[in-house]
């Protein structure tokens, strides 16, 4: 059987992003290539491991990577792929098999809140984006009707029309939460892309309270679900092709990419249109590894900022035990949160965040304190009967402002294909300590308004991560300070463009795959020589 | 004589916790509380195991289960009983570490003769038999997580009927298993 | 305002009502509202819209194309367009077609419109169906390709013979030593809601077999099980609570739930009905004629006990080739998350459990596997049950591992399922739900020309002298 050689347009990596930009593509009759560096995986099989795991805390144990395929993974031990150089641990966990990392995802479909793409002009830190939020209403909309998105509304993000379903049904733990905490905080149900009823032949929500490491039923969208679409579209998605070159001609046109398949076979696919949409981690350093003589800084780099400005989304927590029964655990994992704190004027002291109330079962995390404090018997019943029936956590998703020393190298490190690994060098800076120690203060009324006892902090100074990955190939108008233009196409290669969280500029407090489409979505339209859309009404 | 507790609290009275989940809620929970039988029966094996000597590190394999029961009915608490899980984590422990049997007959020994009960073991071993102070978190990990081993060689031996999970079936179901139909979490647990 | 004569209508209808509650419900059932609402209930009642309405088509205007192994019957235009429906059938041409099976222009339906049952209708429904098809019925007029089946499946005249032998067109009679509610049954079960048509088995000449009326059938890929008052054979187990939620949310719980054609029974028809009208029917089938298989020794709903051994694949890797995964490894894969992992269903049955459960006690397993291939969807697009379908995520192998390891485990132990019979349901699956009967027509039109019309009018002298 031939290997298909030549596309239209090439997509490395088959995430969310890289699948539902295709479509657009496909719509308009243009062949796609899709390569993805890992292989198919078959959505029940991810349930078995995951039950059949000794690390079921791990969301990685049921992703083993492929050995031509690596990616990062930290139990039972650090692999070692995503080398740390620090000073502040950086460990990333993303998915290289055909769908990406949004298989174990949470499902949270935020928009940004508009001042987010104006920091630097409202309150003088970080950057502001090269167009605003009107510019991507239509297309936020767009993703929000792909994914199936459903949430509260009025929650800070202005729309035009509503969402395509309702709400999704409120956990008990959750409503009590929101009756108790009013009016002091608000507390909305998720903006998620998670099924509130059956829509594009995927199911309601059962509460099987596995969002994260998999949805058993596909109520959530995931990019499993997309890369189907591509390839129902008539995407040809070639698995097991590990990118590690672009290859560009002497004006710099993007002419080809390589990739190895799992034998180190070296293969070569020409195109005309390349569509970057490997993650924030693995894009960068594919454009790191294809320095050339004309490009001895890797590709798309004239302005050195390839990796750099690396943001993600640091947490801090608080687990307390509440007055009355609550059993987290029933319904989605990630249900509630409180939004009210995403934007105002101390954005110029410290930074904003989101609160997010967990619905993650507390019996694996129970069991295993119990047994490490050496709990046994009918102690350990009542205890963990307590605990399921009691605990609650609620935790920050705070934002981090772009900075250039904050960025992905080339570690000096090989992988297991002779590649050089992906090293990621991290910080957390005082603007964001700052606002992590404001929100105790929230978290302290929090347990307060809930009757709470026995509250345990995340120890000071110790961020958990979310990843988001954000800014490694940053958006501008001004080439010597950014990767790619306003519509994601590389200020250097006129045929390369990047669909990615990656290029988002600014962080903000929400997850960031909803903007990171409707961005790519944005970049699409423009590649199609589509009329920008219509300001919103 | 050998104190194995029935399933009853230290002060005698029988476990509250135990009465509810043996209630008919529908829940369909495949684990069935113990009858006092099934655990007379197992006092019984117990004592009779008792009656074959120590000394040597090698133990009769029944002897070895009935030992591993015992135990675990410390540990664990009265719903570890006999049965099918029994015998998979027993045969796994035993897999993982060839001595099992053995520290779990010295475990025994220490139990009986301290008069130790669940409350104050681990303290206990901490203090005064470290080499044995790792056991009994094998035994609940066994049991509670369904989980035997350590690191590489770590491995998942039950999950649903793992007692973390049983303990509270009449609440929740575990990850990945529906709770119900869309919107049936909204309900206040009864 | 109301006018004094329109004030004297609404007390009459009141009074009616009242009148018909107090007297339970007549056999035909005297409406308040326009012949032309009362038309589209019965239509309703009749799923005239189950053949007549093509998926993503307009309401009745046919086009639905029923594969048959010898060709496509194509569900005609009943909107009532002149130029391509039956907008200038006369009361008569569309009774004829209605009970008789006689079109406008003298040409005979093929059974697959099942005029045999609407022969019970009344006048009185036929009036009012009459006026719902040419008052309310938007007209469309496009025709749906003609059905052209080759020679000689296209001599419809052969039917003339076949409906000489079966089609029984007297009207329906109450029987007077029954309730008025029972004669309401049975006037749908036998008339509109045409149950028969799928429930009861069919003879050589694939005519329904009325001694064993309801006692099941083949209507492959499903089978529509036994619905007589048998109690272990057929309904007789049911309360007639059970039954009338049945028929309107299309489950009873630690009973059944109706899937494929069933379903959209449900969705399209009985949901629709009264639920005096569904009680009626209930009540019609718990005191017909019950009718037992005697390999039945108890309901199909009392097989199985909640188990299972999902303990044993606990750290068991998957082997490479697929096809050897075995039934407990295939059921935590696929069907744990809802079914649970003793097959014990979600709290208080939401999620159905596997054992207790009819799809999984008749020796016939073709619904077990249609279900599994196809999934549930009940309910329309936006709600309802959705079990989702397996045909593209299980091989013919795995699903019958899976399926065989469901009845050892959950339901009846004897039945079986083999890996030849999971192809052949495949295969027919991709055809409409309800093409059994056009299979049904097909054959007995294949049976007939195999006959020839001199056997049959032979036959027929046989019978005239014989006094039948």
């Keep these: 059987m031939t290997e298909p050689s030549s596309a239209d347009f090439v997509v490395i990596g088959s995430g969310i992003i890289g699948c539902v930009t295709s479509l657009k593509f496909l719509q308009r009759g243009a062949s796609v290539l899709i390569l993805e560096a890992g292989p198919r995986v078959v959505r029940d099989e991810i349930v078995a491991r995951f039950r059949d795991s000794p690390r079921r805390g791990d969301w990685m144990s049921p992703y083993p990577p492929a050995p031509w395929a690596p990616h990062p993974i930290y139990q039972p031990k650090d692999s070692g792929y995503l080398v740390q150089a620090g000073p ?25 809140v508009p001042n987010d793409l104006r920091i630097h002009s409202l309150y003088g830190v970080g950057v502001d984006w090269p167009f605003d939020y009107e510019a991507l209403d239509a297309h936020y909309q767009d993703a929000e009707e792909t994914l199936g998105v459903s949430g509260a509304p009025d929650t800070g993000s202005p729309r035009s029309k509503p969402f395509p379903m309702e709400p999704v049904a409120e956990p008990w733990a959750m409503r009590r939460l929101r009756e108790r905490l009013a009016p002091a905080y608000p507390v909305v149900t998720n903006t998620t892309a998670r099924n509130s009823r059956s829509y594009d032949g995927r199911p309601a929500c059962c509460g099987n309270n596995s969002c994260q490491p998999i949805c058993p039923i596909d109520a959530q969208f995931h990019g499993g679900i997309a890369a189907a679409k591509a390839e129902a579209a008539g995407a040809r998605l070639l698995p097991n092709a590990n990118v590690y070159r672009i290859e560009h001609d002497a ?106 109330f967990t619905n993650i079962s507390r019996i694996a995390g129970t069991t295993q304190s119990l047994i490490d404090e050496g709990v046994y018997g009918a102690e350990f019943e009542r205890r963990l009967r307590f605990s399921a029936a009691h605990e609650l956590n609620v935790k920050t998703v705070l934002e981090v402002l772009p900075h250039p020393e904050n960025r992905i190298t080339l570690s000096d490190q090989k992988d297991a294909m002779g590649i050089p690994k992906p090293q990621a060098h991290y910080s957390i800076d005082e ?55 306003g519509f994601g196409r590389s200020h250097d290669h006129e045929n390369l463009f990047i669909t990615s969280t990656g290029v988002l500029p600014t962080a903000g407090t929400c997850n960031s795959t909803l903007t990171g489409l409707a961005v790519a979505l944005r970049t699409a339209a423009h590649v199609l020589g589509d009329a920008p859309a219509p300001p919103h009404a | 004589m050998y104190d194995v507790p029935a399933p009853m609290d230290t002060n005698g009275r029988v476990d509250e916790t135990c009465q509810a989940a043996a209630r ?40 070895g289960r009935d030992t591993f029961l015992a135990l675990s009915a410390i540990i664990a608490g009265p719903r570890a009983v006999d049965g099918p899980l029994a015998r998979r984590l027993f045969d796994a422990l035993q897999e993982d570490d060839p001595s099992f049997a053995a520290s779990a007959g010295a475990l025994l020994d220490l139990v009986n003769e301290q008069h130790l009960d669940s409350s104050g073991l681990q303290q206990a071993l901490d203090a005064t038999h470290p080499e044995l102070a790792a056991l009994p978190r094998r035994v609940a990990s066994a049991w509670f997580m369904g989980i035997v081993g350590k690191d590489e060689k770590a491995r998942c031996v039950a999950y649903e009927s793992a007692l973390g999970s049983v303990i509270v079936a009449d609440r929740l179901r575990p990850p990945t298993y529906a709770y119900g139909p869309y919107a049936s979490w909204a309900a206040q647990p009864a | ?168 067109d007297k009207p329906f009679v109450p029987d007077a030593a029954r309730s008025a509610q029972w004669n309401r049954g049975a006037y749908l079960v036998q008339g509109l809601a045409h149950c028969g048509t799928c429930h009861t088995p069919r003879n050589l000449l694939m005519a329904e077999k009325s001694t064993q009326a309801l006692a099941g059938a083949d209507i492959a890929p499903w089978q529509a099980p036994n619905i007589t008052s048998d109690a272990f054979s057929g309904v007789g ?55 037992r298989d005697p390999n039945d020794t108890r309901a199909a709903y009392a097989w199985g006990e909640p188990g299972g051994d999902v303990d044993s694949v606990r750290g068991v890797p998957w082997p490479t080739d697929r096809d050897q995964l075995t039934g407990p490894q295939l059921y935590d894969a696929h069907c744990a998350t809802c079914h649970g992992a003793s097959g014990q269903g979600s709290f208080e049955g939401g999620l159905p459990s596997l054992f207790h459960n009819s799809a999984l006690g008749r020796m016939d397993t073709s619904n077990l596997v249609m279900v599994i291939l196809d999934g549930v969807h009940r309910g329309g697009d936006g709600g309802g049950v959705q079990m989702p379908a397996f045909a593209n995520q299980l091989s013919d192998t795995q699903l019958a591992t899976l399926g065989n390891w469901l009845l050892q485990h959950y339901g009846r132990p004897q039945a079986v399922i083999s890996v030849a019979q999971v192809a052949r349901s495949r295969t027919a699956a991709t055809s409409a739900s309800l093409i059994w009967m056009a299979r049904a027509g097909l054959g007995a039109v294949v049976l007939l020309l195999m006959i020839a019309i001199a056997v049959g009018a032979r036959h027929l002298r046989r019978r005239r002298q014989a006094g039948t």
């Excluded at chain 1, 809930?450 to 001004?478: P, V, W």
């Design chain 1, 88 to 112: 502040y641990p950086y460990p990333a966990e993303y998915i290289r098999q055909v769908g990406g990392t949004t298989w174990h995802w949470a499902a949270h479909a935020w928009r940004l």
């Design chain 1, 251 to 356: 004006s710099g046109r993007i002419v080809a990419v390589h990739y190895y398949d799992p034998q180190k076979v070296s293969h070569r696919v020409t195109g005309k249109n390349f569509i970057l949409a490997a993650n924030g981690i693995e894009s960068p350093r594919l454009l790191l590894l294809s320095a050339s003589d004309k490009y001895p800084q890797g590709l798309a780099n004239s302005s050195g900022m390839v990796g750099r400005n690396l943001m993600d989304h640091p947490s801090t927590s608080l687990t307390f035990d509440a007055e009355e029964e609550l059993w987290l655990g029933r319904g989605p994992q990630s249900p509630s949160s409180i939004n009210t704190l995403r934007d105002g004027a101390f954005r110029s002291e410290h930074a904003p965040y989101r609160l997010d």
């Design chain 1, 431 to 485: 603007y964001t300590r700052r606002a992590a120690v404001v929100a105790n203060a929230d978290f302290a009324r929090i347990a307060e308004l809930m009757g709470g006892a026995n509250l345990r902090y995340s120890k000071e100074g110790n961020f958990a991560n979310n990843q988001h990955i954000c800014g490694t190939m940053s958006m501008g108008n001004d080439a010597a300070s950014s990767v790619v233009d």
């Design chain 2, 24 to 63: 008919d809620d529908g829940s369909g929970s495949p684990i069935a509380l113990p009858s006092r039988r099934t655990v007379l029966a197992g006092m019984v094996s117990v004592i009779a195991a008792t009656l074959i000597p120590r000394a040597s590190a090698e133990v009769a394999p029944n002897a």
């Design chain 3, 1 to 168: 305002m109301p006018t004094p004569l329109s004030a004297m209508r609404l007390s009459r209808a009141a009074l009616v009502l009242c009148i018909a509650a107090a007297n339970a419900t007549p056999v035909f059932a005297v409406d308040p509202a326009t012949p032309a609402e009362r038309g589209h209930y019965l239509a309703l009642a009749g799923d005239c819209a189950a053949c007549h309405s093509a998926p993503g088509g307009k309401p009745m205007a046919g086009g639905l194309a029923i594969s048959t192994p010898i060709g496509a019957i194509v569900s005609s235009n009943i909107t009532p367009s002149k130029t391509h429906g039956i907008g200038n059938y006369t009361f008569e041409q569309f009774s004829d077609a209605l009970r008789k099976g006689v079109r406008a222009d003298g040409a005979r339906l093929y059974p697959a419109m099942p005029y045999t049952a609407y022969a019970k209708v009344s006048d009185d429904d036929v009036k009012a169906l009459y006026a719902y098809f040419m008052g309310e019925v938007a007209a469309v007029d496009t025709a749906p390709p003609a059905t052209d089946l080759p020679f000689p499946f296209d001599i419809r005249l052969s039917m003339a013979a076949w409906n000489l032998l079966f089609l029984d």
């Design chain 3, 237 to 291: 187990g049911w309360s007639e609570q059970e039954l009338t939620g049945y028929f309107q949310h299309g489950e009873a719980k630690g009973k059944a739930q109706a899937a494929g054609p069933m379903a959209e029974a449900i969705d399209d028809s009985l949901s629709h009905l009264t639920d005096a009208d569904r009680q009626a029917i209930a009540a019609y089938l718990l005191g017909a004629p019950a009718r």
